[in-house]
């Protein structure tokens, strides 16, 4: 299974724009520009939003998966992921999750979350490596 993205820019770092596009549609010609990443409150999205909605979401997904491998129906799940961003480097994401399921108790929700933090597919990925290919169009 592959999933794409599509980002275009034109123009300077400061002064230029660009779109992001991704495969299901979800994000169309979506704006991300200097000001929306590293100035507060501007409109548009940002790489780093991005990781912090991604890593919410696999994160999420996995407590989901194994609150149910251990014989529970996990009730509403809800994650705030908090993305440090600090002079150019991604720092730290933490995740902040809320739920359960009848029958588990805290300490065994507490171990989920532990290591759905360490080993959820984006987790791990922000280890990988990133390779790329240039097509240079003068």
Known sequence: MKRTAKAHWEGTLKEGKGTLSTQSGILNNTNYNFSARFEEGQKGTNPE???AAA???CFT???GAKITEKGFIPKA????????FEGGVITAIHLIISG???????ESFES????AAKNCIVSKALNVRVTSEA???P
């Open 135 to 137: 097509k240079f169009n």
């Open 112 to 115: 989920i979350t532990k290591d």
């Open 49 to 51: 939003e991005l990781i």
């Open 100 to 106: 359960g399921a009848d029958g588990l108790d805290a």
């Open 55 to 57: 890593s919410a979401g």
């Open 77 to 84: 799940l809800d994650t705030d992921a908090i993305l440090n």
């Open 61 to 63: 997904m996995y407590v």
